[in-house]
């Protein structure tokens, strides 16, 4: 009986150290493939400059490649999740124009022109947020686009242009004619 224990006291030993080795080393990431064992072919290799080529361009393609996508992609996740931050970050300040309309020196009319394009801002500004944080990555550039064009329409109309200033800068007036 005592062999008996021992036996199975080593196998679960040795499959203890099995599932160890195997789990310990960490596993490699794509970028981080590669073949190995590429130096002179064995003697039953063939030898063929048409081969060692198309090798070559394989392994640019799969492994270079794919390491890149890979690498790309959590550059694009993370980029789309600083600008869902920036994006709602500009909601609140759309509302915030919104709710400071009434107090600005402004007509009738254009009470309602700064509100309407603060208000579509928020709105904008709330689409780019769910498009980066959905990852829809082909559709934020159009929503960034009607984003920005709202934001020039608004300046254009009630922002007075500082002549001589970097950048186009304003005098960050917010009504027309440089009125306080």
């Given at each position: 009986m005592t062999n008996a224990v021992t036996r199975g006291v080593l196998a679960v030993w040795m499959v203890t150290m099995v599932?160890?080795?195997g789990c310990s080393g960490p596993s490699p990431r794509a970028s981080e493939r590669r073949l190995e064992n590429l130096g002179p072919p064995a003697l039953h290799a063939v030898e063929s400059e048409q081969l060692r080529k198309v090798m070559g361009e394989l392994r640019a393609t799969v492994f270079e490649q794919f390491a890149t996508e890979l690498d790309l992609d959590?550059?694009?996740?993370?980029?789309?999740a600083e600008l869902a931050r920036a994006a709602h970050a500009l909601t609140g300040a759309a509302?915030?124009?919104?709710?400071a309309a009434p107090s600005l020196e402004l007509g009738?009319?254009?009470?309602?022109?700064?509100?309407?394009l603060a208000s579509k801002l928020g709105h904008q500004a709330a689409e780019v947020e769910v498009l980066a944080n959905a990852g829809r990555f082909a559709e934020i550039s159009p929503a960034l686009d009607r984003m920005v064009a709202t934001c020039n329409a608004?300046?254009?109309s009630f922002r007075a242009f500082r002549p001589g200033a970097p950048d186009g800068m304003t005098s960050g007036d917010a009504t027309p004619g440089g009125r306080p």
């Open positions: 599932v160890c080795v959590r550059s694009r996740a993370a980029h789309a509302a915030k124009l919104v709710a009738d009319a254009e009470r309602r022109v700064f509100t309407d608004c300046h254009t």
